[in-house]
T-cell receptor, first 110, second 114 residues
Framework: AQSVTQLDSHVSVSEGTPVLLRCNYS??????LFWYVQHPNKGLQLLLK??????LVKGINGFEAEFKKSETSFHLTKPSAHMSDAAEYFC????????FGKGTRLHILP | NAGVTQTPKFQVLKTGQSMTLQCAQD?????MSWYRQDPGMGLRLIHY???????DQGEVPNGYNVSRSTTEDFPLRLLSAAPSQTSVYFC?????????????FGPGTRLTVL
């Protein structure tokens, strides 16, 4: 069965430190995987996507994610957090259905 | 390009009232969809359309109707509003393959049903 789990509902990091948002998925075949970001009171915007090309995917604003089939993971990382990264992040698995994770709210501490 | 636009931004209804949430896109995208977002639930698919004249149900379709008479517009109708439909509603569109293409989201409609 197809599913997606975001392992943390809230993550807090200090400005300038690395960011790690974790996403595990399950699927039967070859899914497409996405990360979207939602800033307060806004719609969602694509950060990056994996669609069976390179397993390390670079996105906007310095974010990247690595598709690891053996671990069924698609974790989102950024080397150095900025205050403007404070937002909610959604991992999405897309195969037979399009399924959104429940979201991880990222807090940036000054 | 305006992208995906939604109206209204905010709406308050009484139980039993009906209304239509409007969604339009100017990118000539074939695929459009409606989601609802509730706290801690992520986004759940209500209805979607793969082209003009073609619609189908998503995960949570009860209480909602859609139609797609043009490529640009995809309105969502609430037939008889219930407090359980209090939510933020997002419309999205993508160019072609709905499973691999990027979805472009509107700014949302915040609906409260009293």
């Amino acid at each position: 069965a197809q599913s997606v789990t975001q392992l943390d509902s809230h993550v807090s990091v200090s400005e300038g430190t690395p960011v790690l948002l974790r996403c595990n998925y399950s699927s039967s075949y070859s899914p497409s995987l996405f990360w979207y970001v939602q800033h307060p009171n806004k719609g969602l915007q694509l950060l990056l996507k994996y669609t069976s090309a390179a397993t390390l995917v670079k996105g906007i604003n310095g974010f990247e994610a690595e598709f690891k089939k053996s671990e069924t993971s698609f974790h989102l990382t950024k080397p150095s957090a900025h205050m403007s990264d404070a937002a909610e992040y959604f991992c999405v698995v897309s195969e037979v259905k399009i399924i959104f994770g429940k979201g991880t709210r990222l807090h940036i501490l000054p | 390009n305006a992208g995906v636009t939604q109206t209204p931004k905010f709406q308050v209804l009484k139980t039993g009232q009906s209304m239509t949430l409007q969604c339009a896109q100017d990118m000539n995208h074939e695929y459009m969809s409606w989601y609802r977002q509730d706290p801690g639930m992520g986004l759940r698919l209500i209805h979607y359309s793969v082209g003009a004249g073609i619609t189908d149900q998503g995960e949570v379709p009860n209480g909602y109707n859609v139609s797609r008479s043009t490529t640009e517009d995809f309105p969502l109708r609430l037939l008889s509003a219930a407090p359980s439909q209090t939510s933020v509603y997002f419309c999205a569109s993508s160019r072609g393959d709905r499973y691999t293409d990027t979805q472009y989201f509107g700014p949302g409609t915040r609906l409260t049903v009293l």
